[in-house]
Each structure stands twice: as C-alpha cells, then as structure tokens.
C-alpha cells in the first residue's frame, strides 16, 4: 500500500520559516515527479513547486526565492524549505507523487492528506 505521509506544517509569523516533508512509502522503487500545491480557503488548489527524479525543479512565480524544493531519491521523500513566509501563503499544503513504481505495480499519481500552514502575527 503506498502512502505519502506529509509533515512539518504549523504556525509561523510573517517572515518566518517552515520545513515541510513528504515522505512516499509502500516499497518505493522509484518516484518520476514531486510536487508541491496549495490550497487556501475558497481557491483552486494550485502548483508551489516541483522536482524530477533527476533535480529538475520549477516554482510558482509567488514563491519563486523564496521557497526551495528538494528531494532525496533513496528516502522517496520530498522537502520543501518555505522561508520569508507571508500571511497570503496561509494554505493546506499537499505533495503528490507522478510515475511511482513499487514492488505491487505502478500509479500514475498519488495524493498525500495534507499539512496546514498559517503565517500570522
């Protein structure tokens, strides 16, 4: 059975930072792409950031120097280290997994539950 756990949410005033976590388990083989999106309270869920197998990473233009994705293959776990946190960066915060091969098979794209984030003073 494969799960992506998320981790590290929280409150943090304005400017301050937060590293969240994903980790996929289920005898991971491999993962093709991790993601990172949001959604904030009566909005479309939309696309933080992503990483290849290989580091390739891409960002919403929002949080784009400010935000900085990573990923560690050996682990299947992805990261997301959130620094300079603004109040409008308050979501639930969901990783997914595209192209994941386990022992039990293949899935094309896996959810995580999500992780709440709020920046306020």
């Known amino acids: 059975q494969v799960q992506l756990v998320e981790s590290g949410g929280g409150l943090v005033q304005p400017g301050g930072s937060l590293r969240l976590s994903c980790a996929a388990s289920?005898?991971?083989?491999?993962?093709?792409?991790m993601n990172w999106y949001r959604q904030a309270p009566g909005k479309q869920r939309e696309l933080v950031a992503g990483?290849?197998?290989?580091?390739?990473?891409n960002y919403a233009g929002s949080v784009k120097g400010r935000f900085t994705i990573s990923r560690d293959n050996a682990k299947s776990t992805v990261y997301l280290q959130m620094n300079s946190l603004k109040p409008e960066d308050t979501a639930v915060y969901y990783c997914?997994?595209?192209?994941?091969?386990?022992?039990?098979?293949?899935?094309?794209?896996?959810w995580g539950q999500g992780t709440q984030v709020t920046v306020s003073s």
């Open positions: 289920g005898s991971i083989l491999s993962v093709n792409v």
């Open positions: 997914n997994a595209e192209g994941i091969f386990y022992r039990g098979g293949y899935l094309s794209l896996y």
């Open positions: 990483i290849t197998s290989g580091g390739s990473t």
